[in-house]
């Protein structure tokens, strides 16, 4: 990448149609980035920087790979955003993401109504489903109990969750909320909510690592961590 001097007021999507750039590392000086190359490349740095694990260093190298694709599938990354954040929505029973009022699990007829698996995060569904191993429901609580962030039961999605459980459909209470400190809590609060109504309530097993997210977890050890699952 060339180096202007008349870089300020010029943005790095420019229509008149400069000769691609290559994404390159930003190498050792790579955190002088923002204030070198220019306000938009800056803006993007910081707009990388708040996604979740992404540091200043990240940041800089997927502004960069942004920079050096073509503009059409540069284009098509800010639209997918755009879409995402237009249609998407959570599930009126379940809090799964969906793009109508009830998501595709809850919506399919072959899936085991006895059996609901309970997580913090409709993300961690998507991993669970990747296993391949689970037919039952889910709930996402949107969250875990975590007294220090001033997050309590009243603040999660518990109450629709007791709601399912009142219809007397369901026999078994998965808790796979994570292996830290606040999902454990949620699971014991949640398996003394849930115990007294007669159903089962079963933890997921230590197949993850203690302390870690299931989102990062790989497909066979979510799997391993479901087929070990133990009763509360
Ligand atoms: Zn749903």
């Given at each position: 990448m060339r180096n202007e001097s008349d870089t300020d007021n010029q943005k790095a999507t420019d229509s008149a149609s400069p000769p691609p750039l290559r994404s390159r590392k930003p190498g050792r000086n790579g955190s002088q980035v923002a204030q070198v190359s220019g306000k938009a490349l800056g803006r993007m740095v910081e707009a990388f920087m708040k996604l979740p694990g992404i540091g200043r260093k990240s940041a800089e190298r997927l502004a960069f790979a942004v920079l050096g694709m073509p503009k059409d599938e540069a284009n098509g990354i800010a639209q997918a955003i755009i879409d995402l954040k237009d249609t998407s929505r959570y599930c009126t029973v379940c809090n799964n993401i969906t793009e109508d009022e009830i998501c595709s699990i809850c919506g399919d007829p072959k899936r085991d109504v006895q059996r609901i698996c309970v997580v913090e995060e409709p993300s961690n569904i998507l991993v669970l489903e990747k296993s391949g191993t689970y037919r039952g429901r889910y709930h996402a609580l949107l969250g875990a109990i975590s007294p220090l962030d001033g997050i309590g039961p009243e603040n999660l999605k518990i109450d629709g969750l007791l709601e399912r459980l009142r219809t007397g459909e369901v026999k078994e209470v998965i808790l796979a909320t994570n292996p830290t400190v606040k999902g454990e809590t949620t699971a014991l609060y949640l398996s003394k909510l849930i115990k007294p109504l007669g159903i089962s309530v079963s933890r997921i097993a230590y197949g993850l690592p203690v302390g870690?997210?299931?989102?990062?977890?790989d497909e066979s050890t979510v799997q391993r961590a479901l087929e070990g699952r133990r009763e509360m």
């Open positions: 870690s997210d299931i989102e990062y977890a």
